[in-house]
Nanobody, 122 residues
Framework: QVQLVESGGGLVQPGGSLRLSCAAS????????MGWYRQAPGKQRELVAS???????NYADSVKGRFTISRDNAKNTVYLQMNSLKPEDPAVYYC????????????????WGQGTQVTVSS
């Protein structure tokens, strides 16, 4: 069964950190570009970061220097280390997979998971 399961969200104070995980099952994980997305209430889902099968990383301008994406192909898992969290970062965070172009345009190849909620509040 093809599945993406996100975890690691929670409540954190401004300036704090969280590490999100996304475990994939039922797919040949290593061949995919992986992307982390977020969707805040009333807003469209946006790509936050991506990592190709070869390890090339790209970030949205809003998170550059604060977020780091990484992957562990042996564990079929992609991570998002989020540091210096800001009040504008709260959202439900999702991951998905696909070709590099598909990930950029948000057309992931896999069924979307439930996501993980990130809340930033003092």
């Amino acid at each position: 069964q093809v599945q993406l399961v996100e975890s690691g969200g929670g409540l954190v104070q401004p300036g704090g950190s969280l590490r999100l995980s996304c475990a994939a099952s039922g797919v040949i994980f290593s061949i995919y570009t992986m992307g982390w997305y977020r969707q805040a209430p009333g807003k469209q889902r946006e790509l936050v970061a991506s990592i190709t099968s070869g390890g090339t990383k790209n970030y949205a301008d809003s998170v550059k220097g604060r977020f780091t994406i990484s992957r562990d192909n042996a564990k079929n898992t992609v991570y998002l280390q989020m540091n210096s969290l800001k009040p504008e970062d709260p959202a439900v965070y999702y991951c998905n997979a696909g070709s590099p172009y598909a990930v950029v345009i948000g057309k992931g190849s896999l069924p979307w998971g439930q996501g993980t909620q990130v809340t930033v509040s003092s």
